[in-house]
């Protein structure tokens, strides 16, 4: 007998859920005007994966390439320059909102046209605060503890506009600061923060990984586009953000306000959009299609770098790096979700493999999020054809092991793996203002900082209650539905 897991099956399970958490959030209230923030307790209280943690094995192969490739530094390099003198107008404005905005928001475009819309409005409008609470530049609890300069102060390799300034075009809004940070270029702060929020944003919405995480690459490479960073300090960024999500996931009581944060999410996207979530991103304008999505991801996983050591190798997956599926595959063990990283995995070969701690460069997340996979009857996986119908499984996924329980003052917890790794020292992080106006005049490297503009607040409709509502009992209905049928399928196939 073979189990299949989909994203339809998936998003059953969620209506249920969401439903359920819609109708419980209140009556009289939209899903949107009735969030709550997270308590003092929960924001204060001393999570196991608040801990210092050092980011530089993980992408330790850069101090070999800098000494013994010289090919591959000078190709990082003529990349650089090809990436920021090409770049169109809409690309350097992308460029410039990512620089200075937070970018848990300029990223909505992954969302959808429409439901990025709604998300914007809801943040903007401190309708969102528990996700705010998480993943907002200033002081979002994800990243809270990852700064990434004692890495960049440990490679301490000078930014493209410090080595070749004459080689690039100069990026910015007028009286930005694009070119005043004299700090290390490897690895990329601002892709690891784009990583470890969009990571998170894909894992509460995983119907939307392949786009989310497409729109996160944008994020990464719009780095190089402003010729702050290039190809391989965005590799590197997208590894330590995807590895600071998982040590929030790979701990229980912290999992806990993801769980919370993202049913806020999916409540106000559903009640700004009247409908359940699947048929909102059914009728919704995407980022990219699903392949094209996919292929775009893949392709600045490796930045079309030449692969430097043997291809066909065995994958090394890191510690805990499971936990990133938790949501996309619940119903897997972390022994499956393992399998289906491995199965979805980069080639070996490329620059970064193979860091101390596994291969986090080789992680193809979107991949593994998105993929279709059949558990066979002696428990392992296989991937799925995702152009062929597949069937709804017949039984449920193995049970998650027990763990050691967090304290006891701590929220009630799931039962994943506990995280093991420490994280950075606290990053300081200031919330910058959105782009006005660009400019081409270069300033001289290292000089004063610019602070122009402001955000304006919006709101999404969502106060409309009896729509909430109704949407409510809609999706819950359609779940409790999907779910019987499911229950007589596995009755006729068992």
């Not at 700004?272 to 392949?291: F, H, M, Q, R």
């Not at 998105?370 to 991937?383: F, N, P």
Request: hydrophobic letters at 40%; proline letters at 6%.
């Amino acid at each position: 007998m073979r189990i299949t897991t989909s994203r339809r099956r998936l998003a059953s399970t969620i209506a249920v859920t969401t439903g359920l958490g819609v109708l419980l959030s209140g009556f009289g209230a939209g899903a949107a005007s009735a969030a709550e923030p997270f308590t003092d307790d929960q924001l204060a209280y001393d999570y196991p994966s608040n801990a210092e943690y050092d980011y530089v094995p993980i992408m330790d192969q850069f101090s070999w390439l800098v000494t013994d490739r010289a090919d591959i530094i000078a190709l990082n390099d003529s990349q650089t320059v090809d990436i920021n003198t090409s770049a169109t107008p809409e690309q350097v404005e992308r460029a410039i909102v990512d620089q200075y905005d937070d970018m848990s928001v300029s990223m909505a475009d992954g969302l959808g046209e429409n439901l990025g819309a709604i998300y914007t409005e809801a943040r903007l409008a401190g309708e969102l605060p528990k996700i705010d609470a998480l993943l907002a530049k200033s002081g979002g609890l994800v990243g809270y503890y990852s700064s990434s300069n004692p890495s960049k102060n440990y490679f301490d390799y000078d930014r493209p506009y410090i080595r070749f300034p004459e080689l690039l075009q100069y990026r910015d809004k007028e009286g930005g600061d694009a070119w005043d940070s004299t700090s290390g270029a490897y690895p990329s702060g601002h892709t690891s923060q784009a990583y470890w929020q969009g990571t998170s944003l894909s894992m509460m919405l995983p119907e939307l990984a392949p786009q989310i995480l497409a729109r996160t690459s944008e994020a990464g490479n719009n780095r190089i586009v402003m010729a702050a960073h290039y190809p391989l300090d965005v590799m590197s960024g997208r590894m330590m953000g995807q590895h600071i999500v998982e040590r929030r996931m790979s701990d229980p009581a912290f999992r806990e306000l993801f769980a919370e944060a993202e049913a806020e999410l999916r409540g106000v996207l559903e009640a700004g959009c009247g409908a359940a979530l699947a048929d909102c991103i059914e009728a919704d304008t995407p980022y990219l299609s699903d392949d094209d999505a996919l292929a775009l991801y893949e392709q600045r996983m490796s930045y079309d770098f030449p692969q430097i050591a043997p291809a066909g190798e065995a994958v090394t997956i890191p510690a805990n790096a499971e936990s990133l599926l938790i949501t996309s595959h619940p119903d897997l063990t972390p022994e499956q979700r393992r399998q289906v990283l491995e199965l979805t995995a980069l080639d070996s070969g490329y620059p970064l493999d193979e860091g101390a701690e596994g291969s986090w460069q080789r992680l193809n997340l979107a991949a593994a999020m998105a993929a279709q996979v059949e558990v066979d009857a002696d428990g392992s996986i296989s991937l799925v054809d995702a152009g062929a119908e597949q069937p709804e499984p017949s039984t449920p996924g193995t049970a998650e092991p027990t763990v050691t329980p967090a304290p006891t003052v701590a929220p009630t917890a799931t039962t994943e793996p506990t995280a093991s790794a420490t994280a950075a020292p606290t990053a300081s992080a200031t919330t910058m203002p959105p782009a006005s106006a660009t400019s081409t005049t270069a300033p001289v490297a290292g000089g004063d900082n610019a602070d122009n503009g402001s955000d304006a607040l919006a709101t999404t409709g969502a106060e409309n209650v009896g729509a909430g509502i109704l949407a409510a009992f809609a999706l819950l209905a359609t779940g409790l539905t999907a779910l019987v049928v499911r229950k007589r399928s596995a009755k006729t196939n068992s």
